[in-house]
């Protein structure tokens, strides 16, 4: 009897429940946010990244971002969606949707169709190893970064996208990341650092002027980043709600406040508020804002961008100059510690009341425990995985261009082909 009464109970509880239905209006923002955030890597970070290279390299560092988005874009749909979104272990998702199997007209991810949140989701997955290269600009093997890419995005991408967000073991702990803090931002940034390491500093890191050739690119890029950046953010509602709207306000707020903190921080130091400085401060306080978007308030939003602008200025200049590393394009300068800074922040300014979570100014410091937990855990893996795929590659086929590829510029030496 006892069965037959709970089996009337689920019987009766799943009538209750709501078909999921497909909402149009989110449906449409959800395809604009998804076109916003490729506009992020193609043109966008092209632009932003190869402006600040020299000119013998601007070809080539653009080139990497767009081979890269023809790249992900296939392995995504063979086996990266599954691998992140399929339902598995606590640690990577199943094979379920290789070739996007069962992904049919009808199918919903909530209340958008299910083929939108796959290229949504893939276009994160293209600008997340597309952000790496700004750490090693000017000196790897076109053949080896495809190579590296391609493998990262599998091992180290997809499994650290389903800890968080495909019901793997750091969205169920807890940690706090809702659009990207950990998944993309520390994850390529720390893969950035490593890249740099292992490949060691370009000829002439120190001694030879290597400033940027091109500062208009690069603004117009840093540009296209910001305004792709409120389909980056907003557009992980998944759904044109309230809570879109709040990600939205708070990604402009934080991305002014931090370019300003970073530009008086120059102002006062070096007496000039440079071009760069604001743009790579507008990057920075984007990064630190993703993951906390969706749960924190304009208050929050103000002192994350502030703290995010000043510490990624830090990390730039002084930090990179102490260490001695060449982050070519300062994508860990940026990228891992702006995405550092925003992930712990997260778990002190969340608001209880937009996102479901309080944060340590509302009395739950234990958030930031977890925030730290997720930020080891990303470091960890994405340091060892990445470190280990690049080793494997250097035996193979080999990391970097020769010297005197290097001298001669990537452009001609790679890709046979210049800028006049």
């Known amino acids: 009897m006892a069965g037959a009464a709970l089996a009337e109970e689920a019987a009766a509880a799943a009538e209750a429940a709501p078909v999921p239905t497909l909402d149009s209006g989110s449906t449409a923002w959800m395809l604009t946010s998804t076109a916003l955030v490729l506009l992020m890597t193609i043109p966008g970070l092209a632009l932003f990244y190869g402006g600040m290279v020299r000119k013998k390299n601007i070809l080539a560092t653009m080139m990497q971002s767009f081979a890269i988005t023809a790249l992900v874009s296939v392995l995504w749909v063979i086996v990266g969606y599954s691998l992140a979104f399929a339902e598995g272990s606590p640690y990577l998702g199943g094979l379920d949707k290789v070739l996007l199997a069962g992904v049919e007209v009808g199918s919903l991810t909530g209340v958008i169709p299910e083929t939108v949140f796959v290229v949504f989701q893939m276009t994160f997955a293209i600008i997340t190893p597309a952000l790496i290269t700004g750490a090693f600009a000017d000196r790897m093997k076109f053949s080896a970064m495809m190579v590296f890419m391609g493998l990262w995005v599998l091992v180290v991408y997809s499994p650290v996208c389903h800890w968080v967000w495909g019901g793997g073991f750091l969205g169920k702990d807890g940690v706090l990341d809702y659009a990207g803090g950990t998944v993309v931002h520390i994850n390529a940034g720390i893969a950035g650092l490593v890249a740099a390491i292992v490949l060691g500093p370009r000829k002439g890191f120190g001694t030879d002027n290597m400033a940027p050739a091109n500062l208009s690119l690069a603004i117009i890029g840093a540009s296209l980043l910001w305004v792709g950046w409120f389909g980056f953010n907003a557009g992980s509602a998944a759904a044109a709600d309230g809570r879109a709207g709040f990600a939205m306000l708070v990604t402009q707020v934080a991305a002014a406040s931090a370019a300003l903190a970073w530009m008086f921080a120059e102002w006062i130091l070096r007496k000039k508020p440079s071009v760069l400085g604001a743009i790579s401060g507008a990057v920075a306080g984007l990064v630190a804002i993703t993951p906390a978007s969706g749960f924190v308030g304009v208050g929050g939003a103000l002192l994350i961008g502030l703290i995010a602008g000043v510490?990624?200025?830090?990390?730039?200049?002084?930090?990179?100059?102490?260490?001695?590393?060449?982050?070519?394009?300062?994508?860990?300068?940026?990228?891992?510690?702006?995405?550092?800074?925003?992930?712990?922040?997260?778990?002190?300014?969340?608001?209880?009341?937009?996102?479901?979570?309080?944060?340590?100014?509302?009395?739950?410091?234990?958030?930031?425990?977890?925030?730290?937990y997720g930020i080891v855990a990303t470091i960890v893996y994405s340091a060892v995985a990445s470190f280990i795929l690049l080793k494997v590659i250097d035996m193979v086929i080999g990391l970097r261009v020769t010297p005197d590829e290097e001298r001669e510029g990537l452009d001609l030496s790679l890709h046979g082909e210049s800028i006049h």
Do not use: M, R
């Open 311 to 372: 510490v990624c200025f830090w990390g730039a200049t002084g930090l990179k100059h102490a260490l001695k590393y060449d982050d070519s394009l300062d994508a860990f300068g940026v990228h891992g510690i702006g995405g550092i800074v925003g992930a712990v922040l997260t778990g002190v300014f969340a608001v209880e009341s937009i996102g479901g979570t309080a944060g340590l100014l509302e009395g739950n410091g234990g958030q930031v425990l977890t925030q730290l």
